[in-house]
Structures are given as C-alpha cells and as structure tokens.
C-alpha cells in the first residue's frame, strides 16, 4: 500500500519559513516525481511545486518561485518543501502527491491529474 505522509505545517508571521516533509512507502521511490498542492477554503487545489526523484526536474508555481524550494532525499523515502518569504495568501492545507515518472513520457508539472497517489495534508496557516 502506497502511503504518503505529510508534515511540518504551523502557524507562521508573514516573512517567515516553514519545511515541510513527505515521506513515502509502498513504491519504489526512485520512479516517482512528487509533488506538493495546496487548498485553501472555497478555493480550487492548486499546484505548488514538484520533483522527480530519478533527474530532479522540478517544477514551480508562478506565485511561489523564488521564495519556495523542492528538494528530495532517496536515502530516507523524502521530499522536502521549503517555503520561505511566506505570504498570507501562502495559506492553505498541503498535500503530498505521487505520479509515476520514469520511463512514462511525462513532465514534471504542476497538474493534479497526473497524479496517483495522495497523502493527508499539513496545515500551513501565515497571519499578516
């Protein structure tokens, strides 16, 4: 079973940073891109950021370039999100996400639809 378990959400100032972590069983890992979306209330889920696990293609959000950074750790099954800079409108939950990548043909994006397996998300909340 594919499980994916996200963390590190809080309550932040403006300006301030946040890592957040997903860590993934149940695949194998190397095949994946992983890729982080957030929702707030009565907004649509929107992609944030991903990465391929294999190449290290990333992906950004328009709005989060810049100020966030994706990065990925084999050895322990992890993808680490980095938000810094952070931004009232920044708010939302987080989640995690895999699509398989390797040999697949498709691109590291920021589409829901590309994706397979999802996990529980994180809370990020920034007060102004």
């Known amino acids: 079973e594919v499980q994916l378990q996200a963390s590190g959400g809080g309550l932040v100032q403006a300006g301030g940073s946040l890592r957040l972590s997903c860590a993934a069983s149940?695949?194998?890992?190397?095949?994946?891109?992983i890729g982080w979306f957030r929702q707030d209330p009565g907004k649509e889920r929107e992609g944030v950021s991903s990465i391929s696990t294999s190449d290290g293609s990333t992906y950004y959000a328009d709005s989060v370039k810049g100020r966030f950074a994706i990065s990925s750790d084999n050895a322990k099954n992890t993808v680490y999100l980095h938000m810094s800079s952070l931004k009232p409108e920044d708010t939302g939950v987080y989640y995690c996400?895999?699509?398989?990548?390797?040999?697949?043909?498709?691109?590291?994006?920021?589409?829901?639809?590309?994706?397979?397996?999802w996990g529980k998300g994180t809370q990020v909340t920034v007060s102004s």
């Open positions: 149940g695949l194998t890992f190397d095949d994946y891109a």
């Open positions: 996400a895999a699509m398989w990548y390797v040999g697949s043909g498709r691109v590291v994006g920021g589409d829901e639809a590309d994706m397979e397996h």
